[in-house]
């Protein structure tokens, strides 16, 4: 037995690295970043702010400036707090090891975002998907069943979800709630929140066992790391137990604090994409062998139709001319040659569409 062997748990091992694609060169659209820099002005202030930020020393535990400022700015009803995390990534961790015991059982649609999945794993907790059904809405009695046989934990819905875009029924959530009860945690990851029309920050309130996720990320600040979560008062203290000391760098939070303070900034940078999907999502509809899905997030997915052609084919043809979207086709038989994009800048946009009608060319 070698030392990795002696060492390494063999789940571990057999697993392969997170893999991101290289993206030098090109029109990035596969990771749903927000396109928008922060305006002139306000880049050269950050500047001299981050010049000032006490680097020597570690950051305050409390964070108590940025989390007002979270709670001030992004929809966190009064009188809920919130834990930070360094991204979602990290909050997903958080709860994996919180409430990782043998034998426990982690609940989500499938296909979802991949990290709810993994990071169970990482903390030993098994992982039960229920498909969506085949237009990406919710299998609510599938879902029901699923929680009387496993007895979740901790049950995920991405709201709306990566990477069908789909908004999930919010009724069939509620059921869910109730259903879950006091036997698991729900978290309604709300990470394209800035992009859909609902959220389910509003309604903690109504339920002891709801967890409601966010980032930054896709609101134009994915660099810098920064993700929360709001819960009852019981159940943040012990999320708490298991943050990571210092886990929010002092860089992160000054520039948190202060893009905070100019949030219409982001406000209208999200308004804009928002008007662009729309745009983005009429085009798509009108090109013979393309099916384009609903989408209430800053990316949308698309269905290569076209006898002879499939999505890793029209992926490749994108790549020749320089535009990275992300090949979501063999995730998932439900995904069967789709491919996911996100929506950028109309310039941006505009080469994706261009690209893809020459990549559907015969
Ligand atoms: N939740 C969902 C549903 C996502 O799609 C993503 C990013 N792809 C995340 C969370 C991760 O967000 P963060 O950048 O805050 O780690």
Redesign the pocket.
């Known amino acids: 037995m070698s030392l990795i062997d002696n060492i390494i748990r063999p789940d571990v091992r057999a697993l392969s690295a997170y893999h991101v694609q290289d993206a030098a060169g090109c029109t990035k659209l596969d990771?749903?970043e927000n396109p928008y820099q922060l305006p002139e002005a306000l880049r050269a202030e950050l500047g001299r702010r981050l010049a000032d930020v006490a680097m020597n020393r570690y950051p305050t535990p409390s964070y108590t400036a940025l989390k007002a400022a979270i709670c001030d700015k992004l929809g966190v009803p009064d009188g809920y707090d919130v834990v930070l995390?360094?991204?979602?990534?990290?909050?997903?961790s958080m709860l994996s090891v919180a409430c990782a015991r043998p034998g426990a059982r982690v609940l989500a649609p499938v296909p979802?975002?991949v990290?709810y999945a993994m990071s169970a794993q990482f903390a030993g907790l098994e992982f039960v998907g229920v498909d969506l059904k085949p237009d990406f809405s919710l299998d609510r009695d599938a879902m029901l069943a699923a929680i009387a046989e496993h007895k979740p934990v901790i049950t995920y819905l991405?709201y709306?979800?990566?990477?069908t875009g789909s908004l999930f029924d919010e009724a069939a959530i509620v059921d869910i709630l109730r259903a879950v009860g006091d036997s698991g945690l729900v978290v309604v990851?709300e990470?394209?929140q800035p992009f859909a029309p609902t959220s389910f920050m509003p309604r903690l309130a109504e339920f002891d066992n709801l967890v409601v996720?966010?980032?930054?990320?896709?609101l134009g600040l994915?660099g810098i790391?920064?993700?929360y979560l709001s819960a009852s008062a019981a159940l943040l203290n012990e999320i708490e137990k298991v943050r990571p000391p210092y886990n929010i760098n002092v860089l992160t939070q000054a520039a948190a604090e202060f893009v905070l303070a100019h949030s219409e900034v982001l406000d209208e940078q999200a308004a804009l994409l928002r008007a662009e999907r729309s745009r983005v999502r009429d085009l798509l509809a009108a090109m013979p062998g393309v099916e384009v899905f609903p989408s209430a997030?800053n990316f949308v997915l698309l269905r290569i139709n076209r006898p002879g052609l499939d999505a890793t084919q029209v992926h490749a043809r994108l790549l020749e001319q320089k535009v990275l979207v992300k090949n979501v086709g063999k995730m998932h038989a439900l995904l069967h040659n789709c491919l996911r994009v996100t929506v950028s800048t109309p310039e941006e946009n505009k080469l994706f569409l261009d690209a893809l009608q020459t990549a559907l060319a015969p």
Do not use: C, H, Q
């Open positions: 990771a749903m995390g360094n991204g979602s990534d990290e909050l997903i979802t975002f990290m991405a709306p979800n990566n990477p990851d990470a394209y996720m966010r980032t930054v990320s896709k994915a790391r920064l993700g997030a």
